[in-house]
């Protein structure tokens, strides 16, 4: 039956469909509504913690699903509250019929324009009909326009960091190939941007096609546009479906900008802002996480020390890493196994020569602790920092720095690392965190 999509009983059976479809609109509306609704905290959580443990996949990947879910949700519970209208305007119909503009009595000026501005009542119901019908499916599509934003900046992305950047390969070809590559996706993403804002405008033109069908058959492929073009399509020949699709446009950045709206209370302080000398970030404080908060940089046990050791605890992340390999160059393996990975194994996987890994960690956290150092007040520590995972099992760097020395009161904690700029050694705060102390 699908391959003969022309015979009549098929067409005759899509009507049927038509016609019944808004029971499955709200039938899936409303289960995916309550799915997403469950899914977004759990997926929030993770964008924001691959963005402060600096997993650039994770991130990515879950920016999008974070993205998707807001659009859908946006969608589909206007979706419901057009749908629900239509239904009460068909209850309406079946009670009272059609508008009767005489029987109202208005003045002839009042029934002229109302006639003319509201019309028919079953125009009225045909019209929140192609709302509806509409606004569902292009739910999707909207979905399938983040995939192909996101897939367009990461091929550029890769372009960059695999050739361009790339010290294993010839000059020739991490220059000459990847910078010809990145200007053909950075223009054909403009071209097929100022396509799609024109609705088809490079394919009117007879010279202009010529140029452009190139650059939108890669872009297809880069896009997967070839997944959900017939919809493109559709929604352009009709002009209904058009003009809806960019009304919602300013509705999406109208939204955006309202949940970005924050009451400030203070000219001069913010929940948000970062530790200092004189203000105390929760993010800092272990005892003060929560399940959906994250350690800034640094953190210690507590505001209110009263044990016999303070707790410092550096976050790992992958730009800690790369700068042990600036300042030891025996650390850097010969393949970086960093990044997206298998843990599938073939006959065992490689040899592993464990005196030389261990050898090779040790030299790891001495050169750890010779770029990074614990300063309180005015006195600095010759800390042993070790490889732990925090109470949130996230991967970083501890020392246990003693209290005996420490009066009572405030005591102001820094992290520092050494940092090497125009061959010349400088010094950086990675950290500032007030605490207090006083014996138990």
Known sequence: MSQDYNNPAFKKLLQKLQEESWQL??????????????ALPTIEFRVFDAQFTQQIYAFVIYSILWA???????????????????IGALGLRY??????????????????YLKKRVGSFDKYIATLENYCSVIFAISFLLIFYVVAITFTLVTIALIATYLIDSDDLPNW?????GITLMLFIIFGMLFTVIDFITLG????????????????????FITLSFLYRPLVYNFLDNKFGKRLSFVLVPFYILITLMTSLKHKTSNYFSIDSTSTEIIANNNNYEDLLTETSFIDDVAIQSKVITDAYVKVFVQFNENIENRMYNYNQGLKPKE????????????????????????????????????????????????????????QNKPGFETYIPTKNLTEGKHVLRVRRRAIQNQDTTYRNVATIPFWHFKD
């Open 68 to 86: 998707s879910c807001k659009i859908l949700i946006f969608n589909l519970l206007l979706h419901v509250l057009l749908r629900g209208l239509w």
């Open 173 to 177: 070809l991490s220059k000459g190939v």
């Open 25 to 38: 609109e709200l039938l899936i509306s409303g289960f995916a509504i309550f799915g997403l609704f469950t």
């Open 201 to 220: 405008f490079l394919k009117k033109k007879k010279w202009l096609s010529k140029i452009y069908f190139p650059i939108y058959w890669v872009f297809s």
């Open 336 to 391: 970086d196994k960093r990044g997206l990975g298998s843990n599938i194994t073939i006959n065992g996987g490689p040899i592993i020569d464990i005196r030389k890994r261990d050898s090779l960690r040790k030299e790891y956290i001495k050169t750890f602790n010779d770029i990074y150092y614990v300063k309180i007040d005015s006195t600095v520590y010759d800390n042993e920092f070790i490889f732990a995972s925090n109470i």
């Open 95 to 112: 009670v009272s019929g059609d508008i009767d503009y005489d029987s109202l009595k208005y003045s002839p000026k009042f029934t002229r």
